[in-house]
């Protein structure tokens, strides 16, 4: 099986070209966004999208077409291989199933379709290009024929594919649609010169044609904007609300969806809210895609249902071994957990006195310093045992790092009935009436990080050298 592993983009530091949003999308919520096309060139166009994936499985991302019979369109399915087809009159057109699979949910991809199908050789008619790389390995490669009319007519869709489900749930930016040019990969991305990251360039001087389309979500009061002053999209099940931050210049940390649990474990709202839909008993622990190894890093969270939650910072050794599917995120002897129903800290199976239980209207801070390897836990922005975040190498009030050289990754913990909601500045469902940023300027938080503390996102990864 192939892998694309090499290429993923999980944000540079600095790109000369910064996206700003992104689109938030729910399978579960049916949020998905469209509009009528005609006239539009069947033969020669190219589309361009950057993802980031919050669910495996199948999902569907765009499609254009009239119906089943005849239809272009563009999902991932149950195995992660990526799918395109062009379907008309009960027969493929175009068909293509990659060797690849793209189940990094810590990463961007982008996309580029390039299709011209009045080229004569057969090869040159249909490509895909992954961050910059062409995809060349498939288990199925249905190739058009010459001058043949491909299904990008009707509707355009973007989410889903005629309004079918299972639509897609992550992230998405940067959707460019050109009608009438087979563009290079080139002409969206390019290679960083420090890094090697793919990263985008901007589009605006692109050739769009006539019914060329360009979605940024930057407009909040209209995520279905086409900032080439085309036609807006119809917005379905999608408000401001929808609209992010985390983006393929500036990623942020969201919950992992890769670790095993029980179909009863449900992590969806672009990985950054965790439920238990049925079952009891066994804790279950949630880790953050993003581990620190040095620097300072704040994220906040809400239990929104059950009791017997904690919240805290587990070694990133631990996340490797131990089982998330039955214990604590404060039960290992290398972790430190803050518990509701009697506000004890964990630094392994034993809790001691520590600050304040807490309910499911209150909202968790986690200060994490990496550089005097402590951690501080704040309860409605108070933080609990006197602490001082500020206090460095002092420690006024905070807990100690178990571990003295492993890097750390937030997490949350629930037993029985449980649900949190988390925030690491790039989306949340949470409530926030504040809108508060860290000292870069970056995140959206309820309360401000203590001065010093940065959102964990890779701007400032490489702006705090963690």
Known sequence: METLQRTANRGSVSTGYDVANSLKFEDDNDERMYKAISSTNQRTFTISLWLKRTELGYRRIWGAGASGNAEFFFYIDANDFLNIYSYASAAYQLRFVSNAVFRDTAAWYHFVFQVDTTQSTEANRFKIYVNGVQLTSFSTSTYPSQNADLQITNNFYVGTQRNESPDFSGYITEFVYLDGTSAAQTDFGEFDDDSGIWKPKDVSGLTFGTNGFHLDFEDASNLGNDANGGTDFTLVNISSADQATDTCTNNFATLNPLFKYPSSQVINEGATKVDRTSGSGINKTFYATIPVLAGKFYFEAQPTEGSGTM???????????????????????????????????????????????????????VALDMDNRKVYFAKNNTYQNSGDPTSGSTGTGAIDLPDSTDGYVFAVSYDSGGQWVVNFGGFTTMSISSSASDGNSIGTFEFAPPTGYLALCTKNLGSDGG
């Open 311 to 365: 919240i805290g910072v587990e070694t990133i050794t631990g996340v490797t071994t131990d089982d998330p599917d039955s214990v604590y995120v404060g039960e290992q002897s290398t972790a430190v957990g803050y518990y509701a129903s009697n506000g004890q800290k964990f630094t392994g199976a034993s809790g001691s006195s520590y600050g304040d239980s807490y309910g499911n209207s209150d909202i968790i801070g």
